[in-house]
């Protein structure tokens, strides 16, 4: 299982066009291509960050026109820009080796109950000013925050970040996936769903962690290894410091007493090794964290952090 980060699609210092969005994917998938040659099943996941911020705004800009979609249409929308991006690259690497490439629009079920949601902190979006940010508010039924001390705009809408509980497509991922297909799935964390009072599913505003939404689906698909791709190529600690360390491998309890002591900060690195540990402990062989352009490297042990039972 692959979880790859919605900034390695965009890179922060770009504008985000189409021609910039596939340039990077390329780098990804010639990546994920090496690793398919070496024999692996794989199953991909992937950030959407950037590009439900966009279409966000672009919803906005565009409302006097057309009338705007939800949030969880949007993560709807970019699972299908990102899979077709990232399908196609594959399609066209790996048309002589005999594999298929397929992607899954693909639901993630969660709890109605869950704290988040009376709580939310996940911010989405463009940033405003106070008095615009509090009329979209009032006109959408939006919970919006000051997300910055300072600047002309700080405020934005925030939504919930509920636990992933199960993947509504993973018996058909897992027969794709069984197959020999290269399946794309689960993007942006997934498309939040609960389960109403009727039993049957229904979408909500919400944001899943890409990399928790990716440990959940790589527990249901019997993955073995699931390899985390972000922008450096250990976790690292004593991050920032002069003293600053890699961390090559680290069992459970070592990477527990980690986070305590405060090394893996929450929005960074913290879900990324919290998602490892969480895959490892319900029976994964072993979780990798590493950089993109190491991804084929650190499977075969030769960098990036692993993390372990124990």
């Given amino acids: 299982m692959i979880a790859l980060g919605g900034n390695a699609i965009k890179?922060?210092?770009?504008?985000?066009?189409?021609?910039?969005?596939?340039?990077?994917?390329e780098t990804a998938t010639v990546q994920i291509a090496a690793i398919a040659r070496n024999g692996y099943e794989i199953a991909i996941t992937h950030g959407n960050g950037p590009?439900?911020?966009?279409?966000a705004i672009q919803q906005e800009q565009g409302?006097?026109?057309?009338?705007?979609?939800?949030?969880?249409?949007?993560?709807?929308?970019t699972q299908g820009q990102i899979g077709y991006m990232m399908q196609q690259k594959l399609n066209n690497l790996l048309?002589?080796?005999?594999?298929?490439?397929?992607?899954?629009?693909?639901?993630?079920?969660?709890s109605r109950d869950d704290p988040d949601f009376q709580d939310p902190t996940k911010p989405v979006g463009p940033y405003y000013d106070e008095e615009t940010a509090k009329r979209h508010g009032a006109k959408n039924d939006w919970i919006v925050k000051q997300v910055r001390p300072t600047g002309?705009?700080?405020?934005?809408?925030?939504?919930?970040?509920?636990?992933?509980?199960?993947?509504?497509e993973a018996g058909v991922i897992k027969k794709l996936v069984e197959s020999g297909t290269i399946v794309i799935a689960s993007g942006g964390g997934g498309i939040p769903v609960i389960r109403n009072g009727e039993g049957k599913l229904e979408g909500v505003d919400a944001v899943i962690d890409k990399d928790r939404a990716g440990a959940k689906l790589a527990e249901e698909v019997d993955a073995n290894i699931f390899l985390i791709l972000t922008d450096v190529e250990?976790?690292?600690?004593?991050?920032?410091?002069?003293?600053?360390?890699?961390?090559?491998?680290?069992?459970?309890?070592?990477?527990?007493?980690?986070?305590?002591?405060?090394?893996?900060?929450?929005?960074?690195?913290g879900p990324k090794v919290e998602a490892a540990m969480g895959f490892v402990e319900r029976g994964g062989e072993r979780a990798v964290i590493t950089s993109l352009g190491k991804a084929a490297d650190a499977l075969e042990g030769v960098t990036g952090t692993h993390i372990v039972p124990g």
């Fill in 11 to 25: 890179q922060p210092h770009e504008r985000g066009t189409f021609e910039e969005q596939m340039r990077n994917v």
């Fill in 51 to 55: 590009q439900v911020g966009n279409l």
């Fill in 63 to 77: 409302a006097h026109m057309v009338p705007e979609q939800p949030l969880v249409v949007l993560g709807a929308m």
């Fill in 95 to 110: 048309a002589d080796d005999g594999k298929e490439v397929a992607t899954v629009v693909t639901q993630v079920i969660v």
């Fill in 152 to 168: 002309e705009k700080t405020w934005r809408r925030v939504v919930p970040s509920p636990i992933p509980l199960g993947i509504a």
């Fill in 234 to 269: 250990h976790a690292l600690l004593n991050f920032g410091s002069e003293d600053e360390t890699p961390v090559e491998k680290m069992t459970i309890t070592e990477a527990k007493r980690y986070l305590s002591e405060g090394h893996f900060k929450a929005g960074s690195m």
